[in-house]
């Protein structure tokens, strides 16, 4: 036995189904197989209708059959989900993103009743955002279903004009939503109608919402950690110049202590080689000149020196007088006072090599005291910096508190200003409709209902009051429709198609009034009612439809200011004559003639 099966695509049904009986024996192991055929509009593909070969158990039939059906409802639900998706308008709640929210406004609910809603989300910035979005819908039956924006429902990061979300399919990040059959009880279900093919349709969509949890300007983080980083390696550099120029500073002065001791060591070398060099030439001359005496010797209690002069020995007393000497006494007092000589010799080189070591030893000390000074000021140097990097560190966190905290605030400061904006734009959209709603359209009365002979009016006209910024309005003047010297007045069907493109919106005509200025009053009242709602008023002009007067009456009557009449071409601005307004009535075109 062998099923034949026939879906439409559109519909996911059977619309053919027969059967067929195989002979007996030709298919012991096989049960059934499978012929799918799929409809397209008016077109039918073929799929297959190849019999699975003989031997295949029943049992991978039926499972071939199930993963078939179930693969082609899921193809169709996807291309269902597709169907009549419509964008409805919504309040843009922060002029930095730009958000759309769409929904399925109706499904079939043949198989697996399903309804889709989604949203997506623009960066009308020039930063990178992070944006935190609730949204969701309230369904016919009463629930609510919410959820969050993200991959993880934790906020969606979006480049400068990048959108997120996307009006079919799904891009991973939580950006739309498909309800099935047990969101709401069928019985709450509400009925839309049918489609083309005459199959129900219903929607368990009562409305859908977003809201802003909060917005991240990324970029501006970025910008901020970027200045503070800058600032830091700046101070590091200032300090580390500080730093360098202290060790200069301590070089040079260790430089030029050493230049000192070094000049002071060399003076002192010089002045100990001249003496040495006059102390060795005095004692080395023997025969030295006369006016060089001998060191003075003590002979006899006295102290004497001895010199020669021309080659003749002489002795000089303490007293000063002179006497010459034998050479006897001459030799002995100069032996003597040779030997004195090398004494005191000996006495001034050890005082100079005393010298000397002394010298060297400050020398040494005043090196210490430098190398000690410089060690100092790179202690202080470093602990300078230690303690700095800390106060560094400490102020990083006190900014990063300071910054958090500030942009809390922020925050806060612009929640309460998009509540106190959501209140004001409320109130805006209240005052506009009230402003229309206690001035309904009138039609034109006819004469047997309202016998007066002038009427006043005036025509408005708007696109929607919603609209933050670009709602508008347009208003016309006032003007009359009187009665014709037949008795009859203009036909509201006859002013309706006047002024139908008279603006770009729907036009209103309304009325009545007995006066001309209490219609001008209460367009004018209007007119400022719309503008302090922050509503954008163009005023239109119509001619309307006046009446035959008098002279009496024309000349009395008060006047329009709202532009030049322009007179109908039933109306007469002077009398003519009787038998040409009898024709004229007759040419009167009321309507279509019916012979």
């Not at 209103?508 to 009053?521: C, F, S």
Request: aromatic content about 8%.
């Amino acid at each position: 036995m062998c099923f034949r099966l026939l879906f439409n695509i559109n519909k996911v049904k059977v619309v053919n189904f027969f059967l067929t009986n195989t002979p007996k024996g030709v298919l012991d192991d096989v049960d059934i197989f499978i012929n799918f055929v799929v409809c397209s509009k008016q077109e039918f593909i073929f799929i297959s209708n190849t019999p699975p070969a003989i031997g295949i158990k029943t049992q991978m039939m039926k499972t071939m059959k199930f993963l078939l059906t179930a693969v082609l409802l899921l193809q169709t639900i996807t291309i269902n989900g597709q169907k009549y998706m419509v964008e409805i308008p919504v309040t843009q709640q922060d002029s930095r993103i730009h958000v759309t929210l769409m929904y399925q406004e109706k499904n079939d609910a043949f198989g697996m009743m399903t309804q889709d809603y989604r949203i997506t989300v623009t960066n009308n910035t020039t930063d990178k955002l992070k944006v935190y979005i609730d949204y969701g819908a309230r369904l016919v039956c009463g629930a609510e279903k919410s959820h969050k924006l993200g991959p993880l429902g934790d906020g969606i990061t979006i480049a400068p004009s990048q959108t997120v979300g996307k009006p079919y399919g799904s891009d991973g990040i939580g950006s739309a939503v498909r309800l099935t059959a047990g969101a709401c009880p069928r019985e709450s279900w509400k009925q839309m109608g049918e489609d083309e093919k005459g199959s129900a349709l219903y929607s368990m969509i009562s409305t859908v919402y977003y809201r802003i949890v909060k917005i991240e300007n990324i970029s501006e983080k970025e910008r901020s950690a970027a200045e503070a980083k800058k600032q830091k390696a700046e101070a590091e550099l200032r300090k580390k110049a500080e730093a360098e120029q202290k060790q200069k500073a301590a070089a040079e002065e260790r430089e030029r202590l050493q230049r000192e001791n070094t000049t002071k060591t060399a003076q002192n070398t010089t002045v100990s080689e001249r003496t040495a060099m006059s102390t060795a030439g005095s004692v080395g001359s023997s025969n030295a000149p006369a006016a060089n005496l001998s060191e003075k010797v003590k002979v006899n209690g006295e102290y004497v020196q001895v010199y020669r002069e021309n080659g003749v020995p002489y002795v000089r007393r303490a007293d000063g007088s002179t006497h010459q000497t034998t050479e006897t006494a001459f030799n002995q007092i100069s032996k003597i006072s040779n030997a004195a000589k090398s004494t005191s010799s000996i006495a001034q080189q050890q005082e100079l090599h005393q010298q000397r070591i002394a010298a060297q030893q400050a020398e040494y000390q005043r090196k210490a005291a430098a190398d000690k000074l410089y060690a100092q000021q790179r202690d202080e140097i470093i602990t300078q910096g230690v303690s700095e990097m800390a106060n560094l560190i400490g102020g990083i966190m006190q900014y990063n508190r300071a910054e958090k905290e500030r942009q809390q605030a922020i925050a806060e400061r612009r929640a309460e200003a998009e509540r106190q904006r959501q209140h004001e734009l409320y109130m805006m959209q209240t005052n506009r409709r009230d402003a229309f709603a206690i001035l309904p359209a009138t039609d034109i009365p006819l004469v047997s209902k309202e016998k007066a002979s002038n009427l006043y009016f005036f025509i408005y006209a708007h696109n929607d009051l919603s609209s933050e910024y670009g709602a508008s309005a347009y208003v016309s003047n006032v003007f009359e429709v009187g009665k014709y010297r037949d008795g009859t007045r203009a036909y509201t069907a006859k002013v309706k198609n006047e002024i139908e493109n008279l603006t770009p919106y729907s036009e209103v005509l309304h009325g009545y009034y007995y006066t001309y200025d209490e219609a001008a009053n209460t367009r004018n009242n209007l007119i400022r009612a719309l503008k302090s709602t922050g509503m954008r008023v163009e005023e239109v002009q119509y001619k309307g439809k006046p009446g035959q007067h008098s002279p009496e009456e024309i000349k009395g009557a008060p006047q329009p200011t709202f532009g030049t009449v322009i007179s109908d071409e039933n109306t007469q601005s002077v009398a003519v004559p009787e038998e040409k307004v009898k024709k004229q009535v007759e040419k009167s075109n009321y309507g279509t003639l019916i012979k």
